[in-house]
């Protein structure tokens, strides 16, 4: 729901998040929690360049310039 809520503000769209998503029910086999190490990618040399927020930002600004929207 919190990228939900920064897109909506990103694409200035007013309807509420009701009216534009819906709650599936739970597979059963999925987990509570993903948690996410890291670790064997930073042994490879891989490193985080972009904070999300300037990411989901750039992302959202190519869909705007190349789809139009």
Not at 10 to 31: A, H
Not at 43 to 60: A, S, Y
């Amino acid at each position: 729901m919190d990228i939900l809520d920064i897109l909506k503000k990103e694409l200035d769209i007013q309807k509420s998040n009701e009216d534009i998503s819906y709650y599936v029910e739970d597979r059963p086999f999925n987990d509570f929690r993903y948690a996410i190490k890291i670790d064997n990618l930073e042994k490879l040399g891989w490193k985080k360049e972009i904070e999300f927020k300037d990411g989901i930002n750039r992302t959202i600004q190519w869909y705007k310039t190349f789809l139009q929207i």
